[in-house]
């Protein structure tokens, strides 16, 4: 009987050691698939040289103009804080000249755009009456035979439509 007993104990206990196993095994694939995606990228893909050099650029770059922009911004701040009182002190002047310096320069670079688009169709007009095809003139070209076909098929309607009411104007009224 208690070779049963130690028999039965035994498989209880390999049952158990069994059980531990496969918790145990259970437990690591759980730990895996929880690891971080980034880990499990680098664990695949190692970087290589020139991946590992560009990332320090990057880092050094993003660093360089993160800093130039901080830098940048808290001038700009301690400039406004110090010319404040200038600013007050002489804005009934500068008001008035800011406003004649805005629209006088409004004024110049609008003539300015203006004269150019100006010169550009010159230019263009040139070109095409010239037959240098410049650009667009193909889409010019074929909307004018659009224009032209229509107008001279809503000529033969006019005419058709017009030959119809005399027709049937003749026809009511036979003596006139």
């Given at each position: 009987m208690?070779?049963?007993?130690?028999?039965?104990?035994?498989?209880?206990?390999?049952?158990?050691?069994?059980?531990?196993?496969r918790?145990?095994?259970?437990?690591?694939?759980?730990?895996?698939?929880?690891?971080?995606?980034?880990?499990?990228m680098?664990?695949?893909a190692?970087?290589?040289?020139?991946?590992a050099?560009?990332?320090?650029?990057?880092?050094?770059?993003g660093?360089?103009?993160l800093?130039?922009?901080?830098?940048?911004i808290?001038?700009t701040?301690i400039t406004?804080?110090?010319?404040s009182?200038?600013?007050?002190?002489?804005?009934?002047?500068?008001?008035?000249?800011?406003?004649?310096?805005?629209?006088?320069?409004?004024?110049?670079?609008?003539a300015?755009?203006?004269?150019?688009?100006?010169?550009?169709?010159?230019?263009?007009?040139?070109?095409?009456?010239?037959?240098?095809?410049?650009?667009g003139?193909?889409?010019?070209?074929?909307?004018?035979?659009?224009?032209?076909?229509?107008?001279?098929?809503?000529?033969?309607r006019?005419?058709?439509y017009?030959?119809?009411?005399?027709?049937?104007?003749?026809e009511?009224?036979p003596?006139a």
């Amino acid at each position: 009987m208690a070779s049963q007993g130690q028999r039965g104990a035994e498989r209880v206990g390999d049952k158990a050691s069994e059980a531990a196993q496969r918790t145990a095994e259970q437990a690591r694939k759980a730990k895996e698939q929880t690891k971080g995606v980034m880990q499990q990228m680098r664990d695949r893909a190692p970087l290589n040289q020139k991946q590992a050099l560009g990332l320090v650029t990057v880092l050094i770059g993003g660093t360089v103009l993160l800093v130039g922009g901080g830098l940048a911004i808290g001038g700009t701040i301690i400039t406004l804080l110090l010319a404040s009182p200038l600013l007050l002190l002489f804005s009934p002047i500068l008001v008035p000249v800011g406003i004649v310096l805005f629209l006088g320069t409004s004024g110049l670079v609008a003539a300015g755009t203006t004269l150019l688009a100006f010169l550009s169709g010159i230019v263009w007009l040139y070109r095409y009456f010239r037959g240098r095809q410049p650009p667009g003139s193909v889409q010019l070209d074929s909307a004018r035979h659009r224009v032209m076909e229509t107008a001279s098929k809503m000529q033969e309607r006019a005419r058709e439509y017009g030959s119809n009411v005399l027709q049937k104007a003749q026809e009511a009224a036979p003596g006139a």
